[in-house]
C-alpha cells in the first residue's frame, strides 16, 4: 500500500524537500526487476521504497579518481543545487527489507532482518552482492576498494609475470536529466528528474575467486522531489570464477 504524504509545494527547495520525506519515511510504490528491465510477459514486480535519513547524510564524492591495484573512478554529474539534492533522493531510495530478506532466503551468506536500508543479499568472498544501487552501496564498494588497496596481498606462485597480483576495479555513474515526458516499461510520466546510476565492478584475488558485475538502476521523480518508480532493483547477474 502507498503511503499518504501531505502534498509539498513546488516552490519549496529541493533540500527542504528531501528532509520532509526522510522525517516522514517516505513509502512508494516503484517497479523493480533484474538489470533494470522488466521481463516480457511477466507480471511487474513492485516493492515499496522509503527515503533513508543515512543515505542523505552520507557525503559521497562527485568527482574522484583513486589510483592503484584496486582502483575506483566515480562519476555524478549534476549541474546545479537542484540536481544535487534529486540525485541524493535518487540514491537514498531503499526498497522494503522483506523484499530483500525474501530474495536472500536463497542463499546461505544472507543480510541480518534486523539490517537497517537493506541494499545487499548475498556475498561472495567477503563481497557484498546489490540489491539495489544505493548511497549506502556505492559508499561500501569505495570502503572496500580502499581496504583491499591497503590489504598486503601474499605474493603469487610462480611471481609474475607467468601470474596475476590481486587487483580489481570499480566505477560509478550517475546523471541527473529534467524531461517533459519519460516512458519506462510501459508508463509514461510528465515533469519529470529522471537519474540514472551505473555500476561496474571487477576484482581478482587469483584464478579461482574472481568477481564481476554490472549493476544499474533508474529512478523517475516528480517535481516536488517523490520517488514515482525505480527500475533495476533485484537480483544482480554476477560472474565468479
Known amino acids: 500500500m502507498v503511503a499518504t504524504l501531505r502534498h509539498e ?9 528531501a528532509g520532509t520525506f526522510a522525517a516522514l519515511g517516505m513509502a512508494v510504490l516503484a517497479q523493480g526487476g ?18 533513508s535519513q543515512d543515505a542523505l547524510a552520507l557525503s559521497l564524492p562527485y568527482d574522484k579518481v583513486s589510483q592503484g591495484a584496486f582502483g575506483y573512478t566515480i562519476m555524478r554529474r549534476a549541474n546545479s543545487v537542484e540536481e544535487r539534492e534529486i540525485l541524493r533522493i535518487a540514491e537514498a531510495a ?4 522483506s523484499a530483500v530478506i525474501k530474495m536472500a532466503a536463497d ?5 541480518s532482518p534486523d539490517e ?6 548475498t556475498t561472495f568472498d567477503d563481497v557484498r552482492i546489490p540489491f539495489a544501487l544505493t548511497a549506502g552501496s556505492v559508499d561500501y564498494y569505495i570502503r572496500k576498494m580502499d581496504e583491499l588497496q591497503r590489504r598486503e596481498f601474499p605474493l603469487p606462485l610462480p611471481p609474475p609475470p607467468f601470474t596475476t597480483r590481486p587487483h580489481g576495479d570499480l566505477t560509478y555513474g550517475a546523471w541527473v536529466e529534467h524531461r517533459e515526458a519519460h516512458e519506462m516499461d510501459g508508463r509514461r510520466f510528465e515533469n519529470v528528474w529522471v537519474v540514472t546510476m551505473k555500476l561496474k565492478l571487477n576484482l581478482y584475488f587469483g584464478s579461482l575467486s574472481a568477481l564481476d558485475f554490472i549493476k544499474e538502476r ?9 520517488v514515482l518508480a525505480v527500475v533495476g532493483d533485484g537480483p544482480t547477474h554476477w560472474v565468479v570464477a
Open 218 to 226: 533508474v529512478v523517475v521523480i516528480d517535481a516536488d522531489g517523490r
Open 9 to 17: 509545494s513546488v516552490h519549496r527547495s529541493p533540500a527542504a524537500r
Open 34 to 51: 533484474p538489470q533494470g528491465c522488466a521481463d516480457k510477459g511477466k507480471p511487474e514486480q513492485r516493492w515499496q521504497y522509503h527515503i
Open 94 to 97: 531503499y526498497p522494503d527489507s
Open 107 to 111: 542463499y546461505p551468506r544472507r543480510p
Open 116 to 121: 537497517r536500508d537493506l541494499w545487499w543479499y
